[in-house]
């Protein structure tokens, strides 16, 4: 797999299952519990992270923009 932006190699998978101990926060508004599926790191089932990030230039990779989180809103 090649970075989307700068075409590296160099390209960390992540992941860890984390039940309902997940946290998140977006311009003040904080979230605990489940993994949401909305923010561009859930895995499956709302237990799961999964993120992959260049580590030549700090892009996470995926698709973007995302649309609005449950959580911003």
């Known amino acids: 797999m ?3 932006r ?3 190699r160099r390209i960390l998978s992540a992941g860890c ?3 309902d101990m997940f946290y ?5 508004k904080e979230y605990d519990g489940y993994v ?3 923010l561009g790191v859930g895995g499956r089932y709302g ?3 999964d993120i992959e990030v260049c580590l ?3 892009q996470l990779q995926g698709k973007f923009p995302l ?3 449950e959580m911003e809103k």
Not at 24 to 28: E, K
């Open 17 to 19: 299952t984390c039940s």
């Open 24 to 28: 998140a926060s977006i311009q003040g």
């Open 67 to 69: 649309p609005v989180a």
């Open 47 to 49: 237990y799961d992270l």
């Open 36 to 38: 949401p599926n909305d």
């Open 56 to 58: 030549d230039c700090g």
């Open 2 to 4: 090649n970075c989307q």
């Open 6 to 8: 700068c075409k590296s």
